[in-house]
C-alpha cells in the first residue's frame, strides 16, 4: 500500500508554463507538507498545511500555491516556471511518535517529484 | 551560521565497518533530533529519533545526542552495501512540526 503518493513522478516543461504537482496520503495523518530538494541535495520546507489550514509559510515566491481540498490531499500548483523552480519537490505527511513528554510529530516522505525547467 | 551543519562527504567505507556520521546546530531549542535514510532518487524515510542528549541504539544503528555541545551523531555497525544511501538529521522544537535538515552525508560502503 502507498502511503503518501505524488503524482506525476517527473515533470518536464518550458520556462512561463504552469504546472501543478498532486499529493495524497492514506495515513488518516492530519498535517501535510511540502518540501524542495535543490540540486545541492538541501531539503528545505515549503509550506505545511493542518486539516486543511496552513500552517507554516516559509519565505517562497507567490508563483506557488498550496491547495488542500481534503486533510488527505495536498497539491502545489506553479505559476510562471523559471529555470531555478528546477528541484525534486516531496510531499510529506506526519504523525505523533511516542508518549508523554518524548513524543514528537515525525514526517513521512512521498517518492518526489522531478521537476525540470527548460 | 547555518542552524544545522552537515559535513557531505562523499564517505565511502568497506563493508563492515564502523561508520559515524555526525552534524552540529546553532539553535539550542531544538528537543528532538531525527536521522532520515534517503536513497537515490527515493524520498527521505525516517531511520531514528532521540529526545533530548542522550544514546539510542536500534540493531546496528546508535543515535547520539550533546546538547552541551550542539552535536548529533549517528553510528552504524558492521555496515552492510545496503546502507548506502544520504543519511540527514534534522533536528526539531518541542511543539513545531518544522523540521530542519542538514544537507546529508553521502555514504558508500563497498562490498
Redesign the interface.
Known amino acids: 500500500d502507498t502511503a503518501?503518493s505524488q503524482t506525476p513522478k517527473y515533470l518536464v516543461t518550458q520556462m512561463g508554463n504552469d504546472k501543478s504537482i498532486k499529493c495524497e496520503q492514506n495515513l488518516g495523518h492530519d498535517?501535510m507538507?511540502w518540501y524542495k530538494q535543490d540540486s545541492?541535495?538541501?531539503?528545505?520546507?515549503m509550506f505545511?498545511y493542518?486539516n486543511k489550514e496552513l500552517?507554516?509559510n516559509e519565505t517562497v515566491p507567490n508563483r506557488f500555491s498550496p491547495k488542500s481540498p481534503d486533510k488527505a490531499h495536498l497539491n502545489l500548483h506553479i505559476n510562471s516556471l523559471e529555470l531555478g523552480d528546477s528541484a525534486v519537490y516531496?510531499c510529506?505527511s506526519?504523525q505523533r511518535?511516542?508518549h508523554g513528554?518524548?513524543s514528537?510529530?515525525?514526517?513521512?516522505?512521498?517518492?518526489?517529484t522531478r521537476l525540470t525547467v527548460l | 551560521q547555518k542552524e544545522v551543519e552537515q559535513d557531505p562527504g562523499p564517505l565511502s567505507v568497506p563493508e563492515g565497518a564502523i561508520v559515524s556520521l555526525n552534524c552540529t546546530y546553532s539553535n539550542s531549542a531544538f528537543q528532538y533530533f531525527m536521522w532520515y535514510r534517503q536513497y537515490s532518487r527515493k524520498g527521505p524515510e525516517l531511520l531514528m529519533y532521540t529526545y533530548s542528549s542522550g544514546n539510542k541504539e536500534d540493531g546496528r544503528f546508535t543515535a547520539q545526542v550533546d546538547k552541551s555541545s550542539k552535536y548529533i551523531s549517528l553510528f552504524i555497525r558492521d555496515s552492510q552495501p545496503s546502507d548506502s544511501a544520504t543519511y540527514l538529521c534534522a533536528p526539531l522544537n518541542g511543539g513545531s512540526e518544522k523540521l530542519v535538515f542538514g544537507k546529508g552525508t553521502k555514504l558508500t560502503v563497498n562490498p
Do not use: C, E, H, W
Request: proline share 3%; no cysteine.
Open positions: 503518501v498535517t507538507y545541492k541535495k538541501f531539503l528545505k520546507i505545511s493542518n500552517i507554516i516531496f510529506a506526519s511518535l511516542g513528554q518524548t514528537t510529530d515525525t514526517q513521512y516522505f512521498g517518492p518526489g
